[in-house]
């Protein structure tokens, strides 16, 4: 057996409990995480702030299509212009 951590499970295992934190409706915090976890604190931060980024673009889709993400899809989307 090794004593070297295996990296990628941990920095999933550390990031998914973070996300799970959040879902619940606490307010963890990265500076937190990262002084726990300082070997892999870069990474997760990158993985934060990708999921923040990413979150922030999907809501933003959802509005210029008029929807909500809780909103259910009830039509096609309109078809592109030939001019794109």
């Not at 070297?4 to 990265?30: A, C, N, Y």
């Not at 931060?45 to 933003?60: F, P, S, T």
């Amino acid at each position: 057996m090794s004593d070297t951590p295996d990296r990628p499970s941990d920095l999933s295992r550390i990031f998914g409990e973070f996300l799970v934190r959040r879902q619940r409706g606490e307010s963890p915090s990265l500076d937190e995480y990262c002084q726990r976890f300082p070997d892999l604190a870069e990474q997760l931060r990158l993985h934060v702030h990708l999921y923040d980024a990413l979150g922030e673009a999907g809501e933003d889709s959802w509005r210029v299509a008029g929807e909500t993400p809780s909103s259910p899809i009830t039509s096609q989307p309109p078809p592109l212009s030939k001019g794109v």
